[in-house]
């Protein structure tokens, strides 16, 4: 990261104003000599320092181009002072810059004249008018009137230039802010500037549309109203909204955003810039999918399955008695195993925590669990030292991709690695069967084998092969070995192929933490609140607080730490699970068996989202009573005995944890529709029905029972609730990293653990203040020269606050079965996602739901002959387990022998193809 | 003008039918100066001839050009070499008769260019329009690699050049020489700044890179052949050899000639009888402009100036590219200013806003007050907005935009209003009427097809 890219910072109070770097020259601003860094850009040392200079076209996280000319000032460098525009002019010693010279004022008056010649003075009707920088920097540093009397210029307005951007040409000022996004920061160069003189204009190329995933970016970042977007098109007057910041759980990425409201209706979500994340960005699923929170297809109330087995409204009461009779009569008759919670991670931490209490410590199942058999096993989710999105982008270092399209799945996980490995060389290299949207950034990308990732990743620890494996040659083994070896190593763990198996990759992790201790783990798995439900015991084994259901058992070594902590939680629920529980996959067999009385899908939907749909079809039909807590009418649902309608996003308060184990707030902008309860509340109804107390009377009491058996966790949510505004940049949780089994317990003096981070965000990090933690230094995922090339932020301190838990989950053994190929006309299957699919988001937000592509069969070119088939015509997909009609359409992406379908999407189920159990799947293609 | 006889540099052949041959052009003495230099001379002393002959870029900044080629950073490479053939001034049209008349001078002198600067890639932007100047340039080029003039060993040496032609697509500011290295390198052509990009040490692909003019080059293999002394011996103390100058408009005679650089007068090239002749049907002159359009313009006070940098430069105007317009007494200032700012603001690239939108409003304002709506407010308002482009229109210009096409903009109308404003003062009534309005609307959008159609996975980058 250059020095460029400072942030926004003016609420920057200088209580502590930061030493001065080594490197710090002297400049005086206004008469003000003040520090600058060595490179630092004009405009950005003098924002930082108080003075404010005007600018449309320089955005702190783009580099500079210096056209709108509207920053310039007076430079003295030595010869004179002379008109230069402040984002183009690095800081250097002795320098002095007069903003509001004569010359200045003069330059800057006369450049507004000139943005306004052509801007259309209909302020009124736009959509910025109220936020719009030309409006306000014209009303500070403007001319009082206009001098311009001839027609201004025309075009044809607004036109679309995608699906959810209109562009009002007339009011572009042309300030390369959008253009610029598109080609350098989202790699997507599909709008441009076409023409010239004062016909200037943007637009796109015929036929190509602006279609990036980051394209809504391009309408926050936009200086006046040029670009607007359909889901917020005269909407709402800016000073009409109330607004909130929040995190983003449209994936699990975290990006900080404010929801925009107002009359009780979200409007729009903005991105904030945050340096640790999301850089202000967001992709267009996180943007505009707020519309699913206004949709009329919301569930406003309980349903019943009546007699006539429809599903019909029904009072609360009547829903909560049906499902906790329902509930009681199946502990009556399977006891506890018989009960299964499948999903979870739509809920914040603290509905999860409920949710854990009252399957785990109230009915006491460990059939739990929130990933839908499409993630990877939990263990390795916790048990891996985990990664920041900085660590990642550290330049130098090298980054190992195993795992989904980050584009497709983690889309500003994308934008971050894109910015390290075009700025801050970083090496990428990708591990997937098939070429994604992300490969042309990688250094190296191995079409891999389906199902054949663990032998890769072992080849490429040891560092040769004598032989080709998985289908790479033993050179580039080699090569990429190499270079592995060569630097720090991150890993972005996570699934890439839904048909192949979970195993195999955990297995690759483990592999890697083994052989090199000191890699770092970021986890793919993308789905809301997965991880923090992970850190809540929403799995099996697993209780809250990275605990074993085993700790303190004798049956695995346990931590001392943990054996007390569990001894708390014995004390503070009714009780424990008797023995670990199984997984989804396990729980739609014993469903499909006959052996679960009860099961609660909690916002899942297994029939689009379990990779196995025949056996999710026979888990719902065979469980006897389906109980759902969703925001929709599901597939899955639509077999529930008993609906409750949840409070989704916006309409809850509460805390969730990204991929990096860091944990932010989400806010309650809105109420729920309808009679809809917060996931908390059904747990706790459905608790007293059963006949106990669930202790938790507001959703943050979960922190503070956490905070009774694993203290360090528990007081990050007490903290950062009570911070939220002060820290966006949120709380991470580190993990334990020797790759040695579990440390000897070395902090059994909970309370001692904890600092006051979480109180105090700004404070240093916990490590350096733990004095009974002596190998904390190597848990450290953030090296100390952060400093130097983060920008300040409003902070003291550039670092997040750090949480280390005394005891870690330890790595299981994971068994991974070598596929065997059946049947030589057979392809192999790769299942991916894509941003856009039949999930519940997408659906049911309207600007987003054409952009879904349809299922399409995609083939190497080459196969398209041999196996007598045309392109875009329908072909017979068959798999051991189902078939499929889809259509066929050739792609150079995909390697010979291998089909790539995409899962989740309109007119061919690609997951009715998948066995669960099996870990390739073997696809013929044929003509109907 | 003195009386000696002075040679013909560059423009020699032009008299020759078949002057373009590579036939004709080595019985002429062509590629001996190559010859020389890679048998006799190293890279440094064919630089140090240049030096010495005190040779002044031909493009209109005037800056020497061996100094120039010094600023490529000691150790870098590669470097590469850059002609600017986009020739596009108004008024000019002496590269193009260079080229299409002596397209083996041109590249001689390339070759002698990048020997000089040890660079082994070069490349020649020719303007898109001068298709005769395209054709006769591509042949020369094949002719000269085939006979070994070019390519690899070149005449058995160790020196290796390899020339590519490139075609503009017809854009003025491409003639700005990083707007031109954008569209080298394929991009929209439009200025870079300046610092950090100078082409000395981030030009094309961000390498050293050395812009020379067409005319500047085909001077070198004279240089060359006949030495730097020789050369700076022609001239005026700091305006050394011969120079093209193009005269065009209200003369008897328009044409390309060449004259010694700094001896001669404004008054020996317009009105002499091999020169311009005069001005047409004996009528007065009323103003000329210089140096190409964006040159503030001179009048009879200044006829007898010399065609030298510095005086030119000290009378406030400049030499240029070597265009000289001339207006006789019939022109209507206002109407000849509105011709000049309207060629800039339909050139302007549109990057930065006070050349895009103030040229555009200039052009506005002179065409409405041709039109008649003219108001007494207007010449003020012109002076003004001319000072927000080019800070107190002075010469040299200052700007407030990226390159100098803006004040190139400010030049004509500076001049005209100082000089006529009692012209300008008869176009704006009293009356502050209604401008007439007109709605032209431009622009259909290219309607986006759904996103759904686009591209495959991988191939959504």
């Keep these: 990261m250059t020095d460029t890219k400072a942030t926004d910072d003016t609420g920057m109070t200088t209580g502590g104003a930061p030493p001065a770097p080594p490197d710090a020259v002297t400049v005086t601003i206004d008469g003000r000599e003040v520090q600058a860094r060595q490179g630092e850009l004009v405009i950005a040392a003098a924002e930082r320092h108080g003075v404010y200079i005007p600018r449309f076209c320089y955005h702190p996280r783009m580099e500079p181009v210096g056209m709108c000319r509207m920053c310039l000032v007076d430079i003295d460098t030595g010869r004179g002072p002379a008109i230069q525009p402040s984002c183009m002019i690095e800081c250097t010693d002795g320098m002095v810059v007069a903003t509001e010279s004569p010359t200045a004022k003069k330059a800057q008056e006369g450049v507004l004249e000139f943005l306004l010649v052509n801007h259309p003075l209909d302020c009124p009707v736009c959509d910025k008018g109220g936020e719009c920088p030309l409006q306000d920097q014209t009303m500070s540093y403007g001319p009082g009137e206009s001098r311009f009397i001839e027609e201004k210029r025309h075009f044809e307005k607004p036109i679309p230039v995608s699906d959810v951007v209109l562009l009002d040409r007339e009011r572009c000022i042309l300030c390369d802010r959008c253009t610029r996004f598109a080609k350098d920061v989202a790699g997507d160069p599909l709008i441009h500037f076409l023409d010239r003189g004062n016909e200037t204009q943007v637009n796109t190329f015929p036929g ?51 929801v925009q409201t107002s009359r009780n209706t979200v409007l729009r979500y903005q991105g904030v810039d945050v340096d640790p994340v999301n850089w202000g960005w967001l992709c267009d699923k996180g943007r505009f999918d707020f519309e699913a929170v206004n949709s009329e297809e919301r569930l406003a109330s309980p349903l019943l399955r009546d007699e006539g087995l429809l599903l019909e409204p029904a009072s609360w009461s009547a829903a909560l008695g049906r499902a906790a009779s329902a509930l009681q009569l199946g502990l009556d008759r399977g006891g506890a195993e018989g009960v299964a919670v499948l999903g979870g991670a739509r809920l914040t931490n603290e509905d999860a925590y409920a949710w854990v209490k009252l399957a785990k410590g109230i009915i006491g199942t460990d059939n739990v669990d929130c990933q839908m058999g499409d993630g990877l096993p939990a263990e390795a989710v916790l048990g891996l030292p985990r990664a920041t999105i900085d660590d990642a982008c550290r330049p130098g270092g090298v980054v190992l991709l ?208 379990f990779p196995d749909r025949d056996l999710a079809e026979r888990g719902l039909a065979g469980a006897r009573t389906v109980i759902a807590c969703d925001l929709f009418l599901t597939e899955s649902v639509r077999q529930a005995d008993v609906v409750l309608p949840a409070a989704g996003y916006a309409e809850v308060a509460g805390t969730t944890t990204n991929i990096e184990a860091r944990v932010t707030t989400v806010a309650q902008a809105v109420t729920p529709p309808g009679t809809a309860q917060s996931d908390w509340v059904i747990a706790a109804e459905l608790a007293r029905r059963l006949g106990y107390d669930l202790g938790l009377e507001a959703p943050d009491h979960a922190w503070d029972e956490l905070t009774k058996f694993a203290p360090a966790f528990g007081r990050i949510g007490t903290g950062l ?17 020797s790759s040695a089994p579990p440390a000897p317990a070395e902090a059994p003096a909970e309370p001692a653990a904890v600092d006051d981070a979480d109180e105090e965000p700004a404070a240093p990090k916990t490590d350096d203040e733990e004095p009974a933690a002596p190998k904390t230094d190597d848990e450290e995922p953030a090296a100390p020269k952060t400093d130097d090339e983060e920008p300040a932020a409003p902070k003291t301190d550039d670092e997040s606050p750090v949480i280390d838990l005394p005891h870690r989950v330890p790595l299981p053994e994971f068994t991974v079965v070598e596929p065997q190929n059946t049947d030589a006309y057979s392809l192999r299957l790769v299942a991916t996602r894509r941003l856009y699919d039949r999930g519940t988001l997408v659906r049911h937000s309207g600007s987003l739901v054409g952009l879904a592509e349809g299922a399409v069969a995609w083939l190497n070119p080459y196969e398209f002959e041999k196996l007598g088939i045309t392109s875009g015509d329908e072909a017979r997909l068959t798999s051991a387990r189902g078939q499929v009609l889809v259509p066929v359409r050739p792609s150079e992406a995909v390697p010979r022998g291998l089909v790539l379908l995409h899962v989740n999407q309109s007119g061919g189920r690609a997951n009715a193809l998948i066995d669960i159990h099996s870990p390739v799947t073997e696809i013929r293609v044929e003509r109907p | ?48 001839e240049v030096k010495a002959a ?104 160790e020196f290796s050049l390899d020339i590519v032609l490139h075609w503009g697509a017809g854009a003025y500011i491409v003639g700005e020489e990083t707007a031109l290295i954008e569209s080298l390198e394929g991009n929209r052509g439009m200025p870079r700044l300046k610092p950090p990009f100078f082409p000395a040490a981030k030009g094309l692909y961000l390498q050293p890179t050395v812009v020379n003019n067409v005319e500047t080059l085909a001077n070198l293999p004279w240089i060359v052949t006949n030495g730097g002394g020789a050369f700076a011996d022609l001239g005026a103390e700091k305006s050394t050899g011969t120079r093209l100058f193009a005269v065009s408009g209200h003369v008897e005679n328009p044409g390309v000639f060449e004259v010694e650089f700094g001896t001669t007068t404004f008054r020996d090239l317009l009105y002499g009888k091999q020169y311009g002749g005069g001005i047409r049907d004996g009528r007065r002159l009323k103003a000329f402009i210089p140096g190409g359009a964006s040159a503030p313009w001179f009048y009879e006070e200044h006829l007898d100036l010399p065609l030298e940098t510095g005086a030119v430069g000290a009378a406030g105007s400049m030499l240029g590219s070597g265009a000289i317009v001339v207006m006789d007494e019939t022109t209507d200032a206002v109407r ?45 308002k012109l002076l003004d907005i001319c000072d927000n482009i080019s800070p107190e229109i002075n010469w040299p210009p200052k700007q407030t935009t990226i390159c100098p096409l803006g004040p190139s903009a400010v030049s004509p109308i500076a001049s005209a209003v100082i000089r006529f404003r009692d012209e300008f003062a008869a176009y704006c009534g009293v009356d502050d009427g209604a401008v007439p309005i007109t709605v032209p609307v431009k622009g259909k959008a290219y309607l986006a097809q759904p996103v759904s159609e686009a591209e495959p996975v991988g191939a959504t980058s």
């Design chain 2, 336 to 380: 000849a200013c509105w011709r000049v700012v309207r060629f800039f603001a339909r050139e302007s690239c549109g990057k930065c806003t006070p050349c895009r939108e103030g040229t555009g409003w200039l052009e506005k304002i002179l065409l409405r007050m041709l039109d008649g709506k003219g108001r007494p407010s207007d010449v003020d």
């Design chain 1, 721 to 737: 609730l009570a911070a939220a505004q002060a820290d966006p940049d949120g709380v991470l949780v580190a993990i334990a990293t």
């Design chain 2, 54 to 157: 005190s040779l002044l870029g031909r493009g209109g900044a005037g800056f020497p050009a061996g100094i120039k080629w010094g600023f490529c950073p000691p150790g870098v490479f590669p470097r590469y070499l850059v002609v600017n053939g986009d020739e596009s001034e108004p008024g000019t049209y002496k590269d193009r008769i260079l080229m299409e008349r002596d397209p083996h001078q041109l590249i001689e002198g390339m070759l002698l260019a990048a020997y000089a600067i040890g660079c082994g890639q070069a490349f020649l932007y020719v303007r898109g329009e001068m298709a005769l100047a395209q054709e006769r340039l591509a042949s020369a080029l094949n002719d000269a690699y085939a006979a070994g003039y070019a390519g690899r060993n070149i005449l058995g040496s």
């Design chain 2, 1 to 48: 003008m003195s009386d000696r006889e002075i040679p013909r540099i560059v423009s020699s052949r032009w008299d020759l039918e078949d002057g373009f041959t590579l036939d004709r052009y080595e019985a002429t003495g062509g590629y001996g100066a190559l010859r020389k230099a890679l048998e006799e001379l190293t890279p440094a002393q064919v630089h140090e």
């Design chain 1, 208 to 258: 190509h549309p602006f279609a990036s995933y980051f394209s809504g970016n391009t309408v926050q970042i936009c200086p006046v109203g040029a670009l607007t977007a359909t889901p917020y098109r005269f909407k709402a007057r800016p000073w009409d909204l109330e607004e909130a910041e929040s995190t983003c759980t449209s994936c699990a990425v975290g990006c900080r955003m404010v």
């Design chain 1, 402 to 609: 195993v795992g989904p399209d980050p584009k497709e799945e983690l889309p500003v996980l994308y934008l971050r690695l894109r910015h390290a490995v075009l700025n801050d060389d970083v090496a990428l290299v990708e591990l997937a069967s098939v070429e994604t949207a992300t490969s042309y950034l990688a250094a190296h990308s191995l079409r891999y084998r389906p199902g054949e990732v663990f032998g890769l990743v072992e080849a490429l620890l040891e560092g040769k092969s004598p032989t080709e494996v998985a289908g790479i040659r033993a050179d580039q083994i080699e090569d990429v070995a190499q270079l592995l070896a060569d630097r720090p190593l991150t890993v972005v763990l996570g699934r890439g192929n839904l048909a192949d198996s979970a195993v195999a990759v955990a297995a690759a992790g483990k592999a890697i933490t083994l052989a090199r201790p000191e890699a770092r783990f970021l986890s793919g798995l993308r789905r809301a609140n997965v991880h923090g439900a992970l850190e809540m015991g929403m799995a099996p084994g697993l209780l809250p607080g990275r605990l074993l259901l085993t700790d303190g058992k004798g049956a695995a070594d346990p931590g001392a730490s943990a054996a007390e902590a569990r001894e708390q939680l014995t004390g503070l629920w009714a009780r424990l699970p008797e023995q670990r529980g199984l997984d989804a996959t396990g729980i739609l067999q014993a469903a499909a068996d006959g052996r679960i009385e009860t099961l609660f899908l909690l916002g899942a939907d297994p029939l689009n989202d």
